[in-house]
């Protein structure tokens, strides 16, 4: 059974930097691309960044030049390096992995616990 497991959240004061890592745990077949969506309250949950098996990355342009995605494909973790943090990026952070579990399956979408992110005063 695929499971993601998330870390990094917490509390940072604007300007401020956090990394959240995420490792996939358990069997699947081939992973298509890695990433993290964000969720605020009373809000969807939309793309913060993406990165393919194939190599391109993907980023929300609200976070362009100020986070980082970086993927360790031998641990099957991904990682989010946030820098210059502000306000409007607190929100729950989650996981998202898609894939291919098993051979000849079709795709699916597996997401972590969600991690809090606050930024503030």
């Known amino acids: 059974q695929v499971q993601l497991v998330e870390s990094g959240g917490g509390l940072v004061q604007p300007g401020g930097s956090l990394r959240l890592s995420c490792t996939v745990s358990g069997s699947m077949f081939q992973i298509v691309a890695m990433g993290w969506y964000r969720q605020a309250p009373g809000k969807q949950r939309d793309l913060v960044a993406t990165a393919t098996s194939g190599g391109s990355t993907n980023y929300a342009d609200s976070v362009k030049g100020r986070f980082t995605l970086s993927r360790d494909s031998g641990l099957n973790t991904v990682y989010l390096q946030m820098n210059s943090l502000k306000p409007e990026d607190t929100a729950v952070y989650y996981c998202?992995?898609?894939?291919?579990?098993?051979?000849?399956?079709?795709?699916?979408?597996?997401w972590g616990q969600g991690t809090q992110v606050t930024v503030s005063s």
């Open positions: 998202n992995v898609r894939g291919y579990p098993t051979y000849g399956s079709t795709w699916n979408d597996y």
